[in-house]
């Protein structure tokens, strides 16, 4: 039987240097610490990594979300399409414009919101849709366009998703605005940070000022803004970590590529699966599922003594308390989102994991299910 790792092994973990704490050391010695030159070049150099015409610094991703919403005139009165299967801040963001978050169903096979599942919740109010990729794994965008067409704004939500490679172009040109995060178990981090891409270099304008208070120039307020900033400390690591970016992904995808193989045979474990409209996934997180939340359940149990780290994705926010009391929503308001995120679990999957922790992880899912 195998006994525990000698440390734990966690579920994510941010790659960081010396390069990174010596760019912090320069922002530091230069004395300009607020937004400044350093989230200029991170801006410019995001812009190229996802090939989107203009990119604008946030504090976080959710901030990002927020700051769309509101330059695309998103308010009272209005609703916006949202998955339940993702982070909270999702959501969140539409109940800071007072407009009603509407609840899709996901594809249990992506864990993604489709066209199909959109559809029927389109009303003479929805004024926008913000798509999930999540877990790293596009939304099928094409299939998205008719909602476009009818007038309404399409947000991306690719907190996970940097590096993904959909039908041949890198994500973050593919809505009118997408939305990344640069939390520390993302792909890249800046510890916090986020980042609005978009074509549209009014648009782009706009959401700039609005994430500094609104401003024109200085002290010339045209919007109602906010303190979104960057500071130029995130930016300077933001830099680093794109330089290193693609070596980063080249690792989490041959550790994918090394799950896939070892894990393939076992059976009542479900890997994940590529649709064939994604050239490459992102691998934000290695998800897996089984056929019950009571087996996912005495897995986790089970990694957990063996000292490895597991996370069972956002629990959906349909069914968190505040939305519960809010909207009157239970588990049973959007079944296969329940049941779908009820059978998932992560598993570690981190640049710098190395083999002999991924093999741990491998020996000890073919013990537990006796493969």
């Known amino acids: 039987m195998i006994t525990a790792f000698r440390e734990k092994i966690p579920v994510a973990n941010a790659s960081l240097g010396e390069e990174e704490a010596r760019a912090v050391y320069e922002v530091v010695k230069s004395g300009w610490l607020s937004m400044g030159p350093q989230c200029r070049a991170f801006e410019e150099k995001f812009a190229k990594t996802v090939g989107a015409a203009h990119a604008v610094s946030h504090q976080s991703g959710t901030a990002a979300l927020h700051v769309a919403l509101e330059a695309l005139g998103v308010g009272e009165g209005d609703e916006v399409i949202v998955p339940s299967l993702t982070f909270i801040s999702t959501a969140n963001v539409v109940l800071y414009q007072r407009a009603k978050p509407v609840f899709a169903e996901v594809d249990p096979a992506t864990y993604n919101i489709t066209a199909d599942t959109v559809r029927p919740l389109i009303t003479p109010r929805t004024k926008a849709i913000i798509p999930v990729d999540m877990n790293g794994l596009p939304v099928d965008y094409d299939t998205f366009r008719e909602f476009e067409n009818q007038g309404i704004h399409l947000i991306a939500d690719s907190a996970e998703s940097l590096g993904s490679v959909y039908k041949g172009r890198k994500i973050g040109a593919q809505a009118r605005i997408h939305c990344f995060s640069f939390f520390p178990n993302k792909n890249i981090t800046t510890g916090e940070g986020g980042m609005l ?137 959007l079944p296969v989102t329940w049941d779908t995120w009820s059978r998932l679990i992560n598993i570690p999957l981190w640049a710098g994991m190395g083999e002999e922790r991924q093999d741990f992880v491998i020996r000890s899912l073919k013990e537990l299910f006796g493969a």
């Open 197 to 333: 891409v978009t074509p549209d270099a009014a648009l782009a304008e706009k959401c700039a000022s609005i994430r500094h208070q609104g401003q024109r120039a200085r002290y010339d307020h045209i919007y109602l803004g906010y303190n979104y900033r960057m500071t130029e400390l995130q930016a300077a690591i933001g830099i680093v970590q794109l330089d290193r970016f693609p070596a980063l992904l080249a690792e989490k995808s041959a550790f994918a590529k090394r799950y896939d193989e070892k894990l393939k045979n076992i059976p009542g474990l479900s890997l994940p699966w590529v649709p064939p409209y994604v050239d490459q996934p992102a691998w934000y997180m290695y998800t897996v599922s089984v056929a019950s939340k009571e087996i996912r359940d005495r897995l986790v149990a089970g990694l957990a003594e063996r000292n490895i780290e597991t996370r069972l994705s956002f629990p959906p926010v349909h069914a968190q308390p505040y939305y519960r009391e809010r909207f009157g929503t239970t588990e049973k308001s």
